[in-house]
């Protein structure tokens, strides 16, 4: 059960309004760990706004950046983010057999280098606290420098959006499944 | 550094902001630099107090590791009240001596969040009960950045300053 309130319009201040207006103009919608970080609007702006950055301005295309989104979901445990992130990464392009390896919790067989590359540098850093130079060098061949950046900011944003959906309960929206793991680790 | 980097430098430094840590490498992109710092911001001028952040940013970064978020984070703690003791324990990975229950449940719960990235039933009617919703909520926020800032540490190689007296144990 979830274990915030979600705030109507009436019972909204100005400043949690003016934050709702601006996830409407960027995401069409207030979903995700919104509704529960709107209780903080200034929370809410600061997310919005580094989120927005981090899946809008990124320089890493869709395919790997959403890969990358889902390989930190799954690490946490973050059911919402799993359910919208793994499909985004399908939609760009992300074979659905590694996807269902990653929500599984085990190795997925790769094709491409560079998705192996974002998993490996993820996957160690997750795991282990730490990437050695062979694996960041081969994350940076992958994404750039610019990427590399990009890819932290993201991770920024995705592991207190983690946190955040876990710690409250944040359900899955209707009609979607939810996922075999989590909330958390 | 190119002339919008210098200007959202200046800018930074201006207000108070802070231009080491991952903020060096993020200075790269302005933009990012800007909106990473707005979140910092936002934690560290909010419904959680300095002493409890600061606490939640130790516990966090010793659990992720990270040499210069140590020292950053410990000199922090330091100023913010935080224990010698205190901060010596949580650097050993030893459960310190908390004599304040807001303490108690700022550390029972950053130490779960920066594990498990979640709170069990139990351990989230406890810390809601000491803390309320909105503290709680700037917590599991600070958590998760301050997970991210170790990481950014490690991952981009940045060296501690010789001027940090917080030397992260092993």
């Known amino acids: 059960m979830a274990r915030f309130e979600t705030l109507s ?25 919104f509704p529960v970080m709107l209780h903080n609007p200034g929370l809410a702006a600061a997310a ?14 869709p395919r790997l950046l959403e890969f990358a989104v889902s390989v930190i979901a ?21 074979d659905p057999a590694i996807l269902k390896a990653v929500e599984d919790g ?10 192996e590359a974002v998993y490996a540098f993820l996957t160690s850093l997750l795991n ?42 944040v359900p899955v929206p209707e009609g979607w499944e939810t996922p075999p793991f989590g909330p958390g680790r | 550094m190119n002339e919008e980097q210098g200007q959202a430098y200046d800018e930074v430094v201006a207000r108070g902001g802070r231009v080491g840590g991952p903020n060096g490498v993020y200075i ?9 710092q707005e979140l910092g911001n936002y934690l560290r001028d909010n419904h959680i107090s300095a002493r409890l952040r600061q606490l939640a940013a130790i516990v966090t970064v010793r659990h992720w590791n990270g040499a210069y978020a140590w020292g950053a984070q410990g000199r922090d703690a330091l100023k913010a009240g935080i224990s010698q003791e ?31 990235g979640s709170l069990s039933d139990a351990s989230f009617e406890k810390a809601i009960a000491q803390l309320s919703f909105n503290v709680l909520l700037d917590l599991v926020a600070s958590v998760g950045f301050f ?23 092993p």
């Open chain 1, 9 to 33: 319009s009436d019972q909204m201040t100005a400043e949690q309004k003016s934050v709702c207006d601006d996830l409407i103009a960027s995401r069409g919608s207030v979903r995700g760990p």
């Open chain 1, 48 to 61: 919005e706004k580094l989120g927005g950055y981090a899946r809008f301005k990124s320089k890493i295309e």
């Open chain 1, 74 to 94: 799954r690490f946490w445990g973050a059911h919402v983010e799993w359910v919208a992130h793994s499909r985004l990464a399908q939609e760009a392009g992300m």
């Open chain 1, 106 to 115: 085990s190795r997925p067989d790769f094709i491409n280098d560079d998705e």
């Open chain 1, 128 to 169: 282990t606290t730490k990437v050695d130079d062979a694996t960041y060098d081969r994350c940076m061949a992958a994404l750039g420098e610019r990427g590399m950046i990009d890819l932290m900011a993201a991770n920024t944003h995705y592991t207190v959006v983690s946190m955040t959906l876990n710690s409250f309960r």
């Open chain 2, 28 to 36: 790269r992109v302005p933009e990012l630099f800007r909106l990473n």
């Open chain 2, 86 to 116: 205190i901060l010596d324990a949580v650097n050993a990975r030893q459960t310190p001596i908390l004599d304040d229950a807001d303490d108690q449940a700022v550390y029972d719960a950053a130490l779960e969040l920066a594990d498990t």
């Open chain 2, 147 to 169: 997970t991210a800032v170790a990481q950014a540490v490690s991952v981009f190689e940045v060296e501690p300053r010789p001027e940090f007296t917080a030397t992260l144990a």
